[in-house]
């Protein structure tokens, strides 16, 4: 199982990269490293666009591999799609996690590795409190459905286009990521230290 660390946009509405905040004593490219790779994933990979040396400066010592996007100023879903055809020799279930979502954990990745195994041929899509948001799971035979993805569209047209090969996995935490400068404040001020 490959964990995919999506880190490559310019974070436009922010105003500066996602990637390099810090919420406590890391920034959020490392904490989202320590939870893909505490999950027990086979591999991780970063995908890296915007800012990419200054990343690559803080993940450098991290036993992780890195796809550096040529297409990452077209959007999340053109990442996404270049991503999806790289990785396509490899033919492995793939674990996508976005790096703007600090309340995924540990247990959430768990959870869904556990309904993996139960629906080996679903995509598996968490859900926080009915707001549906990577971390998703994508079994090799419906990636090519990603293929052709463009522009800045997330998750969401795909779930809803193809119900009938998604399960849904429900979570208590509330889905906050981490878009503009008022969820900033939001996360530096109510993180735990």
């Known amino acids: 199982m490959l964990g995919v660390l999506l880190a490559a946009g310019a974070s436009s509405r922010l105003g500066e990269p996602k990637a ?13 490293l320590q939870v893909l790779q505490a999950s027990l994933l086979d591999k991780v990979l970063v995908v890296l666009g915007a800012q990419k040396d200054a990343i690559r400066n803080i993940i ?3 036993p992780i591999e890195i796809l550096e996007s040529q297409d ?8 996404l799609s270049e991503c999806m055809r790289a990785l396509a020799p490899r033919k492995e ?3 996508v996690m976005l790096v703007d979502t600090p309340f995924v954990q540990e247990k959430h990745i768990q959870a869904i590795l556990k309904a993996h195994l139960e629906y080996p041929n679903q995509v598996i899509i968490s859900s ?3 707001q549906s948001s990577p971390p998703v799971l994508i079994p090799y035979a419906h ?3 990603l293929y052709d993805w463009k522009g800045d569209k997330g998750f969401g047209p795909f779930w809803k286009s193809h119900p ?5 996995i429900s979570f208590e935490e509330e889905y906050r990521d981490l878009d503009t400068v008022e969820d900033k404040k939001y996360w530096q001020e109510n993180w735990e230290k």
């Open 143 to 145: 990636q090519a459905k």
């Open 164 to 168: 009938e090969i998604c399960t849904w």
């Open 60 to 62: 450098s010592q991290e």
């Open 72 to 79: 990452w100023p077209l959007g999340q879903g053109s990442t």
């Open 20 to 32: 390099l905040i810090t919420l406590g004593q890391k920034t959020l490219i490392e904490r989202s």
């Open 93 to 95: 279930a793939v674990l």
């Open 128 to 130: 926080f409190q009915g």
